[in-house]
């Protein structure tokens, strides 16, 4: 993704994300693919206390009026004047950041001429721990998609800078919408579906073509292919490979999710449950 991984999950529901690729196991191919798409079919929802994170730490410097991302894929930097900038991302081609206060910042973007969605940072007051409250709109006639994360100092601000300057390490999230967390899977025959309340859906053909994923405004597709029990999902943008998800039916009846971002090299790992 365009961002880090904690933007990224802010920005879409969990499954919709970045995994390693493994490889078939041996067997009837026939009889593995039903008994995974009868262990994977039906609605999940993930369970967010689980999610683990695996990256570089967060890198944000706001110093002199200027904001940058540098961690983020690819980084940028804009006025921090309240006012919209052209930026060139994915998911954006304004952004705008706004100081409310020595320990406050307000994020906001937009793509297309469209509001998107926007960032609330707040840093504690003894420095080390960042909040993080976001409302994203960035799919069309879906639901608003809100959530909250936090994030330790593992590095410190520099001389002059604000609060918000420096290194952060993910923690967790918190408080997101039951749309981010939920999706349903069909596997039928050699298709396999996708759709999230949250606007997110695919009809991708099992070791077949890439298909457009809806409601992602970047542009974003999805292939699927099988792989041991489960599955793999690879994402591309502009035909170039930007991270995969595995989705692997468990033996403790849970659904384990494990997303690489191949861009910033992150990983992130969670799992859900049948509801």
């Not at 906001?108 to 707040?122: D, F, L, M, Y």
Request: aromatic share 6%.
């Amino acid at each position: 993704m365009h961002k880090t991984t904690i933007a990224a999950l802010a920005a879409a529901s969990l499954f919709a994300l970045s995994a390693c690729q493994q490889q078939p196991a041996a067997g009837n191919n026939a009889t593995s693919t039903a008994a995974a798409a009868d262990a994977i079919n039906g609605t999940w929802k993930a369970d967010i206390a689980s999610v683990q994170f695996d990256q570089k730490p967060d890198e944000y410097l706001l110093k002199d009026g200027q904001y940058s991302c540098k961690s983020c894929s690819p980084s940028y930097t804009v006025a921090a004047d309240g006012a919209f900038h052209a930026v060139s991302l994915p998911y954006a081609d304004n952004m705008s950041v706004k100081v409310v206060d020595d320990h406050t910042i307000q994020r906001a973007s937009q793509k297309g001429g469209r509001e998107i969605g926007g960032t609330k940072v707040t840093i504690s007051v003894d420095g080390n721990t960042l909040t993080g409250e976001f409302t994203d709109t960035s799919v069309p006639n879906a639901p608003p998609s809100k959530g909250q994360y936090t994030e330790a100092r593992v590095g410190p601000a520099p001389a002059g800078a604000h609060a918000v300057s420096g290194q952060w390490k993910p923690e967790k999230l918190s408080n997101f919408t039951e749309e981010q967390l939920t999706v349903t899977i069909n596997v039928e025959g050699d298709t396999f579906h996708f759709s999230s309340p949250s606007g997110y859906s695919y009809d991708a053909k099992i070791g077949g073509p890439d298909v457009p994923i809806k409601g992602d405004i970047a542009g974003t597709t999805a292939g699927i292919t099988k792989a041991g029990d489960g599955y793999v999902e690879t994402d591309k943008r502009d035909g170039k490979v930007v991270g995969t998800t595995t989705f692997t039916p468990g033996s403790d009846g849970k659904l384990h999710l494990v997303g690489e971002d191949k861009l910033t090299g992150s990983k992130t790992s969670w799992t859900a449950t049948k509801s």
